[in-house]
């Protein structure tokens, strides 16, 4: 090729990646560089562009084309000119003064050229003279070389045919042992380290080398960290090498001795963090992620193996890691050092009956105690500032306050299972410690610490509580006092910063109090309803927040602790008042307060056999009507409708799945506001929030009071929902769903009018406007609509017209790009062929169905776009295929597959059809087309 045209294309590929080039400049130069790549021989453009250009741009774009023609077109080049180019490329991987990069690429199309050429991989050879040779920058690129073989045969290659692709991995796996020889033998020679590690780490990553895996190896990778650590090379040898422990470690690579084994990585381990606590040595991240993924993997997997060996000091193991914990300022590292005390923890948990004879823990006793301390310490301003100041405490839920005292609380709460005495003593200290000084404290760090102190008492309830409440009554005492204190002066001032956090904390601590109260009968009762007496009448000046976590506190009270007596309490009937007034203005509090004022009157009380239900209708049929009447004169567009709407669905939902004698006493006292909603829905039906709210209740009517409401009300409910509403609202499809569900036949009626609407373009839209509520609704006429559809009585025909629009909907999501409609677009297919064989029907109507299924499957895993569902659309497939007694499958595959391949080759894959193992007659046939298609020009 004339120099001139290589100066010319020099130039060109230097315009088009430089920055004073236009968008449109750069779109004329791309389609010429793309014409050229495509031209028969471009490869020799490619290698001569190579040899003559130092440009990064250049030499970046000739390897990256390159690489596209071997992939593609590589045996359209003779034997001896890929011999020649493959010399070529590797004389300029060992280049000096080149960039990495470049090498690297050179490295990799090297490597891709070997292996098509040579399956037996003959190129390990040639690498091995390249490691051996005594020259360091020879030897860095052939343990590269050695990497990136590794890398390339053992990731998916659509574009290596599937016989030769295992071929390849199987040839690689027999060199492992005489690979991991030769990188041995660089590292104790010094040589490459950091690339003779990243290179073993990936062969480590998914070899079987338990049979070839020696101590002297662990030994070696552990004193190279160290090295690395002391010579400041963390982020190099130090990431590669402890990625070497975590693959051997992390994929359960054990020699056949194992306890000398994994007492030499318990001596590593201890020596390493031995290093890094004294010397007090500051970790690079990439480094720090990857020990403290070793800690994870050797505490969680191994340390079991050795706990209970004489020789293996475990407590002077606890203290390093301890010290480690509690040396983390930096959040990620900090829970992730936390998750490593815990799986220490979880394996006590799992072997606490064989650690002692009464299942105690004497041995661990003082490192839980440690472990406790160290962890109060780092949650408080006042022992880990510089920590919890990179928390953010923003009012988004959960934030991430909430996950890192998620992550201590759960730790918590198992360190407190273990020895539940000690260690909530040891909380309870620093509780007392915080709100004994409420009063004084005025800094933000001070009160949030008092916040904190009442949240980790959460854990310490188990042990105060319950059984334990009668012994332990004085210290149960104490907390519900430090709650209430804490409480009340939060109250008082509200409006000041951080109190709200404090009011927060504490109504959390005295609801969680509650939950386990409840079980020490009339003590915790009496307990409890002194709480609501200092609580609820808070509740309407406080904030949103704590508005919630109050109703959470009164839900969880009347729910497990109902009686008379709370019915009677003061605090009670003012909840009853503050419900019917709506004072509480945050909706979410409003429901769950409406919810438990409910469940008190209509669910039994507990212990007691008086139970007063003649009295208690009374009572509710009162409340009802006080908390209602303002629906006869309310305005149809306004909040408070909406808000009414909300307490009746409430109140109809939480006895959705309780006695027949509950359902019946809500039943009877919503009947009358049901029926007025009935009267108004005309005037609702524009609105959108009322007409959401309106037909939520409706679909909870007919799902949860469906035999106590009657069949004539029922009707005449549905009849006016049909008859106003028509539009896709997601609760309007939800309410259909549920008619056509029911079991009996209180709804029968409505289904035809319902499939006219289903299948109608008010609530199906356009093809890509069909949502998963409107999906669910298909199903649902499909599955128990069937009677419907497909007439038992044989002088009536299928409804053909509406059968095959339902279906064509489905097969229409098949076709769609949106995954989660095709993952359910193919279950309910399968569901409703499972329940009534659609597949197997024979009528006509359906073959040329079952055939468009069948296509639009198979064009599924071609594309390889399912991911997960993977598995369901292969099924798919079969159920077609199997059902099809009618279908000449060969054919169908055979014109199938010559939409993608040439006549011969479609053929070929299409002739091993065998019925009695189609699963793997689809995936062999995708497979095939798969590699035929990336191998295509």
């Known amino acids: ?101 470049i090498t690297l690429k050179y490295c990799k199309v090297y490597v891709n050229m070997a292996i098509r050429r040579s399956p037996d991989l003959n190129c390990i050879g040639d690498i091995v003279k390249i490691v051996q040779s005594g020259d360091t920058k020879n030897c860095s690129v052939g343990v590269t070389m050695l990497q990136l073989l590794s890398e390339e045969i053992t990731k998916p290659r659509p574009d290596l045919h599937p016989n030769l692709h295992g071929q390849l991995k199987s040839r690689l796996s027999q060199c492992v042992s005489s690979i991991l020889s030769l990188l041995c033998e660089q590292l104790e020679k010094r040589r490459s380290v950091e690339a003779s590690l990243a290179c073993l780490a990936h062969y480590l990553s998914w070899a079987p080398v338990t049979d070839i895996l020696k101590p002297s190896l662990l030994s070696t990778v552990f004193l190279l960290v160290r090295e690395a650590l002391e010579n400041g090379h963390q982020e190099g040898a130090g990431v590669a090498g402890v990625s070497c422990v975590n693959e051997i470690v992390g994929r359960n690579q054990v020699p056949s001795k194992v306890q000398e084994f994994i007492m030499g990585l318990f001596k590593e381990t201890l020596q390493l963090l031995s290093q890094i606590t004294e010397q007090r040595i500051e970790l690079e991240s990439g480094f720090h992620k990857k020990l403290i993924e070793f800690l994870a993997l050797f505490t969680g997997g191994h340390f079991r193996r050795v706990e209970s060996n004489p020789s293996f000091p475990v407590l002077d193991f606890l203290a390093l890691l301890f010290k480690f914990t509690v040396s983390q300022n930096d959040p990620q590292f900090f829970i992730g050092s936390v998750d490593v005390c815990s799986s220490w923890v979880d394996f006590l948990l799992l072997a606490q009956g064989s650690l002692s004879p009464d299942g105690a823990v004497p041995r661990y006793g003082s490192a839980l105690d440690n472990l406790t301390r160290l962890l109060l310490h780092k949650v408080t301003y006042e022992g880990s500032k510089e920590l919890l100041d990179q928390i953010s405490r923003d009012d988004e839920r959960p934030s991430e306050w909430d ?63 319950g059984e334990h409440l009668h012994p332990r009554s004085d210290t149960a005492k104490n907390i519900i006092q430090y709650g209430v204190l804490c409480f009340k002066t939060a109250s008082s001032r509200i409006q000041e910063p951080c109190y709200d956090v404090i009011s927060e904390s504490a109504v959390r601590l005295l609801a969680t109090f509650a939950q386990w109260a409840s079980a020490a009968g009339p003590p915790g009762g009496d307990i409890l309803r002194g709480v609501l007496e200092v609580v609820v009448p808070s509740l309407t000046s406080s904030p ?96 408070e409708l909406v808000s009414m709407l909300t307490s009746l669905s409430d109140m109809v939902t939480c006895v959705a799945h309780r006695e027949t004698k509950s359902k019946q006493l809500v039943c009877r006292a919503i009947l009358s506001p049901a029926r007025h909603v009935l009267s108004i829905l005309p005037q609702v039906r524009s609105i959108p929030k009322a007409s959401e709210r309106l037909l939520s209740f409706a679909t909870v009517l007919c799902d949860s009071l469906r035999v106590q409401l009657g069949v004539q009300f029922l009707q005449e409910l549905v009849r006016l929902c049909l008859e106003h509403f028509t539009g896709g609202q997601v609760q309007f499809l939800e309410l259909l769903t549920t008619v056509v569900r029911e079991p009996g036949n209180t709804f029968r009626q409505f289904v035809p009018d319902i ?79 499972e329940k009534h064989g659609v597949f197997q029907k024979r009528d006509g109507f359906l073959v040329s169905l079952r055939q468009g299924y069948l296509s639009a499957a198979l064009d599924l895993l071609v594309a390889g776009t399912v991911g997960l569902v993977e598995e369901d659309v292969e099924e798919l497939v079969v159920q077609v295929v199997r059902a099809g007694d009618d279908l000449d499958i060969r054919s169908f595959m055979e014109n199938y597959l010559g939409k993608y391949l040439p006549g011969d080759v479609a053929g070929r894959v299409a002739a091993p059809v065998d019925r009695s193992n189609l699963r793997e007659t689809v995936r062999s046939a995708v497979r095939e087309t798969r590699f035929y298609l990336s191998y295509q020009v």
């Open 1 to 101: 090729m004339a120099e001139a045209f290589l100066n010319q294309l020099d130039e060109l590929l230097n315009e088009f990646y430089g920055t004073n080039s236009t968008n449109e400049r750069k779109a004329q130069i791309e389609s010429e560089l793309v014409r050229l790549k495509g031209t028969d021989g471009s490869w020799v453009y490619c290698a001569q562009l190579l040899e003559y250009s130092s440009s990064q741009y250049s030499v970046w774009w000739a390897l990256t084309a390159l690489e596209e023609y071997m992939s593609k077109r590589w045996s359209s080049i003779s034997e001896g000119e890929l011999v020649r180019l493959e010399g070529f490329l590797v004389q300029k991987a060992q280049q000096a003064e080149q960039a990495q990069f």
């Open 544 to 639: 949103v927040r704590v508005q919630q976590c109050i109703a959470d506190l009164v839900h969880t009270t009347i729910l497990l602790s109902r009686s008379e007596a709370l019915l009677s309490c003061p605090s009670t009937q003012l909840l009853y008042t503050i419900t019917i007034d709506r004072s509480v203005k945050d909706q979410t509090a409003l429901s769950t307060i409406t919810k438990a004022l409910t469940l008190l009157l209509v669910l039994p009380w507990q212990q007691t056999k008086e139970q007063r239900w003649e009295e208690r209708a009374t009572h509710f049929e009162e409340y009802t009507g006080k908390l209602f009447a303002p629906l006869q004169t309310v305005s149809a567009d306004s909040e």
């Open 403 to 465: 996950h890192f005292m998620g992550k201590i609380t759960q730790l918590l709460s198992k360190v407190v299972e273990l020895n539940p005495l000690p260690v909530s003593q040891i909380i309870l200290e620093l509780l007392d410690r915080k709100v004994s000084r409420l009063p004084q404290i005025t800094d933000k760090e001070g009160l949030l610490d008092v916040a904190t102190a009442l949240h980790v008492t959460q854990v310490t309830l188990p042990s105060v509580t």
């Open 755 to 833: 499939v006219s609407l289903a299948l109608g373009p008010n609530l199906r839209g356009s093809d890509d406007q069909i949502s998963e509520p409107y999906l669910t609704l298909v199903h649902s006429i499909l599955e128990c609509g069937w009677w419907y559809l497909y007439p038992r009585h044989p002088a009536t025909p299928p409804r053909q017209a509406e059968v095959l629009a339902l279906l064509q909907i489905l097969g229409s999501s098949l076709i769609t790009s949106d995954f989660n409609r095709i993952k359910q677009a193919t279950r309910i297919l399968l569901d409703v062929n």
